[in-house]
């Protein structure tokens, strides 16, 4: 391992752009499937890695829908929960805000409280025994209507002091952001914090409309914001961080090749950006893999990658404070490198 591997291993950083459903390793999808007397549509481990063929986000959303099916009880959502934090502690993951779409459970007949249960029982273990910190964030599908995410934000009424954002995800194109403006309105007023993928597939003008009609607070993806400089300007000036992730633009072939990812030029002109894993049970890699690609790929040395990682802590929704105790952990890292190198 050369010595830019090894300096981002042992990074400490924050992940801000995961879907818990989208780290059910097939793995666990086949004890799962065996433990709730589900048949799969696989027959073992390989076929389903050879699925994991996508030409674009819908191909990918269709398995990753069905797929979460195995998942029905408290446990099956603690397990899935588990088994990421492991493995994004093993990548020197110290603190994650983690996506989950209860209408992909509440529609097929499982309770938002055995999610919220089995989740929270996962993020109490990380605590604990990882001593990471953790908070959720809870996703409204773009693809169904407003009235839809208005039923899962009551649903979350009774949990909201355990849910520090939402967001929005699923199939970009033709659901613009605008189409979610009141509920994002009223999760405001509830004092949670706004999140929304944007300019992943879609236009720049989605990114324009997560910021200026639903208000954001942090963006995801937003790799097509290379294409409107103006708002390139903007959004540096304003300080809005970005969650991009690279294995998933490859994956889902929103970014042909990695060589040309937009994520230096994005940091070049100023933009708070942060490599994330998005779906890494189906995207070929956890959040260090996602910077060892991009060290592969384009000309970002370590400071650059110091940089990332501070700006995956400036971008979270933590306090002030823990904030600043995470910048001196990764500050006391990248001193004691230097002095080893
Ligand atoms: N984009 C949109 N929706 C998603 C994604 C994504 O990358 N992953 C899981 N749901
Ligand atoms: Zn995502």
Same mark, same amino acid.
């Given at each position: 391992?050369?010595?830019?591997?090894?300096?981002?291993?042992g990074l400490p950083k924050a @992940?801000?752009? #995961?879907?818990?459903?989208?780290s +059910?390793e097939?793995?666990l999808?086949?004890? %799962?499937? &065996?433990r709730n007397?589900?048949?799969?549509?696989f027959?073992?481990?390989?076929s389903?890695?050879?699925?994991?063929?996508?030409n674009?986000?819908q191909?990918?959303?269709?398995?990753?829908?069905q797929?979460?099916?195995?998942?029905?009880t408290?446990?099956?959502?603690?397990?899935?929960?588990?088994?990421?934090?492991?493995r994004?502690?093993r990548d020197n993951v110290?603190?994650?805000?983690?996506?989950f779409?209860p209408?992909?459970?509440t529609?097929?007949?499982?309770p938002?409280?055995?999610?919220?249960r089995g989740?929270?029982a996962?993020i109490?273990?990380? @605590?604990s025994q #990882?001593?990471?910190?953790?908070? +959720?964030?809870?996703?409204?599908?773009?693809? %169904?209507? &407003?009235?839809?995410?208005?039923?899962?934000?009551?649903?979350?009424?009774?949990?909201?002091?355990k849910?520090?954002a939402?967001?929005?995800?699923?199939s970009?194109?033709g659901?613009?952001?605008?189409k979610?403006?009141?509920v994002?309105a009223?999760?405001?007023?509830k004092?949670l914090?706004?999140?929304?993928?944007?300019?992943?597939?879609?236009?720049?003008?989605?990114?324009?409309?997560?910021?200026?009609?639903?208000?954001?607070d942090?963006?995801d993806?937003?790799?097509?914001i290379?294409?409107?400089p103006?708002?390139?300007?903007?959004?540096?000036?304003?300080g809005?961080?970005?969650?991009?992730c690279?294995?998933?633009n490859?994956?889902?072939?929103?970014v042909?090749d990695?060589?040309k990812?937009?994520l230096?030029?994005?940091?070049k002109?100023?933009l708070r950006?942060?490599?994330?894993?998005?779906d890494?049970?189906?995207f070929?890699?956890y959040v260090?893999?996602?910077?060892?690609?991009?060290?592969?790929?384009?000309?970002?040395d370590?400071?650059d990658?110091a940089?990332?990682a501070?700006?995956?802590f400036?971008?979270s929704?933590?306090?002030d404070?823990t904030?600043?105790?995470y910048?001196?952990?990764?500050?006391?890292?990248?001193?004691?490198f230097?002095?080893?190198a």
């Open positions: 391992m050369n010595n830019l591997s090894q300096f981002i291993k @992940e801000l752009h #995961l879907h818990i459903e989208g +059910l097939p793995t999808m086949f004890q %799962l499937a &065996e007397r589900i048949k799969l549509p027959k073992d481990i390989e389903v890695k050879e699925a994991y063929n996508f674009n986000l191909e990918f959303l269709n398995i990753y829908y797929s979460a099916n195995v998942l029905r408290e446990e099956d959502f603690r397990d899935l929960a588990r088994d990421y934090f492991y994004a502690s110290i603190h994650s805000e983690i996506f779409d209408q992909t459970h529609d097929r007949g499982i938002f409280d055995v999610v919220m989740l929270l996962g109490a273990e990380a @605590e #990882l001593g990471m910190t953790v908070q +959720l964030i809870m996703c409204f599908l773009r693809h %169904l209507d &407003e009235e839809s995410a208005f039923t899962t934000l009551r649903m979350a009424e009774p949990w909201l002091d849910i520090t939402v967001g929005l995800d699923s970009e194109v659901h613009p952001p605008s979610f403006k009141h994002f009223t999760a405001r007023q004092g914090k706004l999140v929304a993928h944007a300019g992943e597939e879609g236009p720049p003008s989605y990114i324009d409309e997560a910021i200026d009609v639903l208000k954001v942090r963006l993806h937003g790799n097509r290379v294409e409107d103006l708002l390139v300007t903007r959004m540096a000036r304003s809005m961080t970005f969650t991009l690279p294995l998933s490859q994956k889902l072939q929103v042909k990695l060589k990812h937009p230096p030029y994005m940091l002109h100023g950006v942060t490599i994330n894993s998005d890494p049970a189906y070929g890699g260090n893999d996602n910077y060892q690609v991009l060290a592969e790929n384009c000309a970002l370590a400071n990658f940089l990332i501070r700006n995956s400036l971008g929704f933590l306090s404070e904030v600043t105790h910048i001196e952990v990764l500050d006391k890292y990248t001193a004691s230097e002095a080893r």
